[in-house]
């Protein structure tokens, strides 16, 4: 709200060649960047429907749909749990997440620490992204002979890359405790939304208060490239809410927009996020842009799974209300593909989904349409390109980093596969 594998290596000439994106069939600039990678566009227009098939994808990735390379294929066989591997760090992230969010009012302490309790945290999904990519783009620290120095020297950067992962959570647990006034909802991650149990007002503090905490942190590292990372985060979580609440009927019917919007609400947080981690490692920019490209692809494929699960999940797998889109009139990948299918599933869409009768006759056309087959190959796309970024980084035999890079691969087929 307010503040809310291309299973090949990527070519790296077409890496560097690679520019940002721009928007040219509507009056907002695609301010969304590619980083190192083209975008295919691939749209077409039917009479009456959405106007495209669109897919943020990559000139360098030529092998989408092929098997996966004898690299990746070892990924699934390893059996690797991403959680598992950062379990003792995610604990400390917890802890220390709990005390920085400790306030002097009680009602406000009570407030802002609500999610970050034993039992609702959450899957810490992005943190345990973060900690994955810092190992996975960990390097040998020149230094003196003295292993002493080299330890602390590592242990300092840890330490400042745990603090981007707790910045990231206490940003995101922000955005969700607005949006969440936003929605009228009154669920989240199966207990009652903080705006029930304590109201909008209290709900609408507790955000702004974590999203200060997460600045002061933010200013703890020094790092201004970082600072400015991350602030263009907290712009694109209120730019993508905005698009949503103030879409036109023409916007909430393109594919474009759609995953423009997705990109500023979801996807733009843990990639910038991945690649504030590889700065704070030293990374070069091509390093850092495959870091970014992992993270923005991750997010997309997340985001569309999420899509399909709010109609095909329930309230008790999902942790909160499902069909809540739709109900809210907000148009996702799955309805955007049945319109193409079911050009008269427009004039359902134009009427905004008040009526509970137009709810059932969209549904009705969804279930007769591919939209959630295509919008799960769609996330499965994205998928394939954040590992193949994975894929792409620079070799390593560290045992430790090629765990965490498997790890990281393995993540994409979890978003693809969940349920919940």
Partial sequence: MLFSRAFSRISRTSLNRSQWLFSVGSKYQQLVPSGHLHSLLDSTRKDGGCRETYYWGSCGFHAIGRQIHHQSSSVVEDQLDPFLLVEHELSILANRL????VAEVPKLASAAEYFFKLGVEGKRFRPTVLLLMATAL???????????????????????????????????????????????????????????????????????????????????????????????????????????????????CSMEYYLQKTYYKTASLISNSCKAIALLAGQTTEVSMLAYEYGKNLGLAFQLIDDVLDFTGTSTSLGKGSLADIRHGIVTAPLLYAMEEFPQLRAVVDRGFDNPADVDLALDYLGKSRGIQRTRELAAKHATLASAAIDSLPESDDEDVRRSRRALVDLTHRVVTRTK
């Fill in 98 to 101: 709990r005390s920085m969010v």
């Fill in 138 to 252: 960990n390097v040998h620290i020149p230094g003196p002979p003295s292993d002493e120095m080299v330890d602390a020297l590592s242990e300092e950067l840890r330490k400042r890359q745990q603090r981007i992962a707790e910045i990231t959570e206490m940003i995101h647990v922000a955005s969700l405790l607005h949006d969440d006034v936003l929605d009228d909802a009154d669920t989240r991650r199966g207990i009652g939304s903080l705006n029930f149990v304590m109201g909008n007002k209290l709900a609408v503090l507790a955000g702004d208060f974590l999203l200060s905490r997460a600045c002061v942190a933010l200013a703890s590292l020094k790092n201004t490239e970082v600072v400015s990372l991350l602030a263009t985060v907290v712009e694109h979580l209120v730019t993508g809410e905005t698009m949503q609440m103030t879409s036109t009927s023409e916007q909430r």
